[in-house]
């Protein structure tokens, strides 16, 4: 059980986009516990309402909501931020957790659908959620853009091209509000941050179930991603600001 209302997020609001899946139900629950506001958004409402349920149970019923949004157009994404500001008088963070991957064996057998797919899921949804949130965020005296990023968009490998250079794209998206931040704090720095947390890849416990002998090397647990996500916050904008913070080794 989180400490709530003393927690180090106590007063925040916080959005998290992609809240449906594993990464999405640790991190509503990491938040609510640390005493954020949290307001999840997933396009499939079933994984939606059960990842809300299971972080409110599990955090003593502290404030998680759910929205079902469509992420890939711009303006109910728009809509969304708008009634978050106005429900709860104000957005301190968006952690963007919208996921999805498509490879192929070889360069050679590389399908331009995956990218079409993967262009859609992965940069679109940080194009949406940053133009969505930026002005928002910049208003809170702790605002902060979190986008969760993979070690392959550094390192991009011959059957991942369209994986890895969706991810770089969404980086370098999010490294362009990082200095809409930074120009917007002027002199004193900026006061809002857009941040970058690189992971080789997630593992959550129904895949260990699954997998009982694997060692799921370099993977970062769900957990210890909520808890880095959380992290963001308590140190100061200037430091996370246009960072890429990494979960695992530098390739």
Known sequence: MGNGANGPLSGAVIAVAGAGGPAGRATLLRLAEAGATVVGADNDPQRLSEAVDAARYASGGAAVTGDTVDLLDLQSTRDWATHIEKDFGRVDGLVHLVGGWRGSETFT??????????????VKTVQHTSLAFHEALQRSDRGRYVLISAAGASKPTAGNAAYAAAKAAAEAWTLAMADFFRKAGGAEGPTSAATILVVKALVHEAMRAERPNAKFAGFTDVKDLAEAIEGVWSRPAAEVNGHRLWLTEKP
């Open 109 to 122: 057998k590389t399908s331009l659908d995956d990218w079409d797919f993967l262009e859609l899921l992965l």
